[in-house]
């Protein structure tokens, strides 16, 4: 894969909206419905959520500030004084940050806040390198990446994208242990 410098200028606080068939795609191998209150932390306009709405579950939505649809909550999930809810699930596109730094933050937050789902959109290459092996090899909840294979649009009339994106997936402590996670493969319109 090669990454190739996006044209467009960063977005105030990494509003990048997520496409609804990426939201599908999670959803495929980690549905959830009736019964489940999911936290969207990242909520932006509310894409994501209202993917999730649709499967009956209940989805409390947050963010940094408010943009086109206003938030159940105003807060910044990277702040260390926030605190959780129970929550059955924490399914979000976080803001990456220079370097994947806050997606880091964001993804150790997220374990910490929520005992059950955690499903983080982030680049293909997240996975990769030494100071992330407590998200992933050395974490018993890791169980899988959901690589896309079509590339999300983040930019009206970009039909190209600039890189590949992944959903990354944790399940409930304890989870299946080292050795289980699997990588799965989902595109916007399978072969049938």
């Excluded at 993917?51 to 649809?69: N, P, W």
């Amino acid at each position: 894969m090669t990454v190739v410098a996006s044209n467009y200028a960063r977005k105030e606080n990494d509003l990048y909206q997520t496409e609804p068939w990426a939201t599908e795609a999670l959803l495929r191998h980690f549905p959830v419905g009736p019964g489940w209150v999911v936290w969207e932390p990242a909520a932006g306009n509310h894409l994501m959520a209202d993917v999730i709405r649709e499967t009956g579950a209940k989805v409390v939505t947050s963010d940094i500030e408010t943009y086109d649809r206003e938030h159940d909550h105003i807060i910044d999930f990277l702040n260390p004084r926030v605190t959780a809810q129970a929550y059955n699930a924490i399914y979000t596109n976080p803001p990456y940050g220079k370097g994947n730094r806050d997606a880091v933050k964001f993804a150790r937050l997220a374990l910490e806040r929520c005992n059950g789902h955690v499903a983080l959109l982030l680049t293909a290459k997240f996975d990769f390198g030494k100071t992330r092996v407590d998200l992933f090899r050395d974490n018993p909840r890791y169980v899988a990446k959901i690589a896309l294979l079509d590339r999300i649009q983040w930019f009206p009339g970009d039909s190209s994208g600039t890189e590949d994106h992944a959903w990354y997936v944790w399940a409930p402590a304890p989870g299946p242990g080292i050795g289980n996670a699997k990588t799965l493969y989902d595109e916007r319109n399978p072969v049938v």
